[in-house]
């Protein structure tokens, strides 16, 4: 996908999902993310458009969100946390959205995340 249309497909799912809260969001957000690319800016800005979903989950709701994921969005959405957990914004919240997703997914998930060369 060339720069410009991958920037275009970013941009409307951050429209989408900014019409969305909590599991929608989420669901949404974490859908066909540009791992594949070497284009830094859409990568961080759908990093934005991840941790914006994040953000509007509430803390109880957390378990609920993360029951409902496969396997693989599981792995997704934990190098969008540690993403996150790079510059330290919500790390009390990404933080709880960690553990839950390393309940589910094992220590794999964890070193998928960290091992895979696709990068959030």
């Known amino acids: 996908m060339a720069d410009d249309a991958l920037m275009q497909a970013v941009e409307a799912r951050k429209a989408e999902v900014s019409r969305m809260t909590g599991a929608s969001a989420v669901m949404r957000a974490i859908e066909d993310p540009p791992f594949a690319t070497r284009n830094q800016a ?37 190098k969008y946390v ?3 957990l790079e510059s330290g914004e919500n790390a009390g919240s990404l933080f709880k959205w960690h553990a839950k997703l390393a309940a589910k997914g094992g220590l794999g998930t964890i070193v998928r995340a960290m091992t895979d060369r696709k990068t959030a």
Do not use: R
Not at 44 to 50: F, M
Not at 59 to 70: E, F, K, M, N, Y
């Open 42 to 78: 859409a990568k961080d800005a759908n990093a934005a458009v991840v941790l914006g979903a994040l953000a509007t989950v509430s803390d109880t709701a957390i378990p609920g969100v993360v029951d409902g994921l496969s396997e693989a969005q599981v792995d997704i959405l934990t």
């Open 82 to 84: 540690y993403k996150g």
